[in-house]
């Protein structure tokens, strides 16, 4: 039982690049969660899903979109990087109401 | 915005003492959460407190709420070195089932 597992762990980016960042759980979570965490902001929630085939919004969306075809997987997706997408980028998985969190993936734009 | 304000950002104390971290929100809520994070980690679940509890215990961690001032704490008593981390609040809104986390507070654990 892995848990959650996120892919890659770290990327470097050149401004105007994508890409995709893998998030999976074998908990059989109806929820994912996609946050950011920047030094001294907390977690904030970019996007999230409450079942497979569903996506909305959460506090801060612009610049990525997200999709959700498996129950098990929750991508996240830059489309066209910017500096000040470089942070600290965590999933989670919830059945009820604890979370739980992958080990992050450290993304930098330059 | 944060739903939640942590109090204070940093602590540090000695192996031994006890730790308490404060947490303000501002909206209703369903329940509120605690987090621990290692540095480097991702996020685990240390406790859940619902909105008509005032009180919970597991193991050493003591969490309070007070819904009319909207605040929680959080007590860790006889802390030890490996408590060395950030913690976290955050709220479920009575809206949905999305949490909003605080900024964290920076527990230094002394030996």
């Known amino acids: 039982n892995a848990g959650v597992t996120q892919t890659p762990k770290f990327r470097v980016l050149k401004t105007g690049q994508s890409m995709t960042l893998l998030c999976a759980q074998d908990?059989?979570?109806?929820?994912m969660y996609w946050y950011r965490q920047d030094p001294g902001m907390g977690l904030r929630l970019i996007h999230y899903?409450?079942?497979?085939?569903?996506?909305a919004k959460g506090e801060v969306p612009d610049g990525y979109n997200v999709s959700r075809l498996k129950k098990q997987n929750f991508l996240l997706g830059l489309e066209s990087a910017a500096p000040s997408q470089t942070s600290v980028y965590f999933c989670?998985?919830?059945?009820?109401?604890?979370?739980?969190f992958g080990p992050g993936t450290r993304l930098t734009v330059l | 915005s944060q739903q939640g304000e942590e109090d204070p950002q940093a602590l540090s104390i000695q192996e031994g003492e006890n730790a308490t971290m404060n947490c303000s929100y501002k909206?209703?809520?369903?329940?509120l959460q605690w987090y621990r994070q290692n540095s480097g980690r991702g996020l685990v679940h240390l406790i859940l407190?619902?909105?008509?509890?005032r009180e919970k215990h597991s193991g050493r961690l003591r969490v309070t709420l007070d819904t009319s001032k909207k605040s929680s704490s959080l007590l860790i008593t006889a802390s030890r070195a490996a408590d060395t981390a950030s913690y976290f609040c955050?709220?479920?809104?009575?809206?949905?089932?999305?949490?909003?986390f605080g900024e964290g507070t920076q527990l230094t654990v002394n030996p």
């Open positions: 989670a998985s919830s059945y009820l109401d604890e979370q739980f």
């Open positions: 908990m059989n979570h109806e929820y």
């Open positions: 899903s409450v079942g497979e085939g569903t996506t």
């Open positions: 909206t209703s809520i369903n329940n």
């Open positions: 407190i619902r909105s008509n509890e």
């Open positions: 955050a709220t479920e809104e009575t809206s949905g089932s999305r949490l909003t």
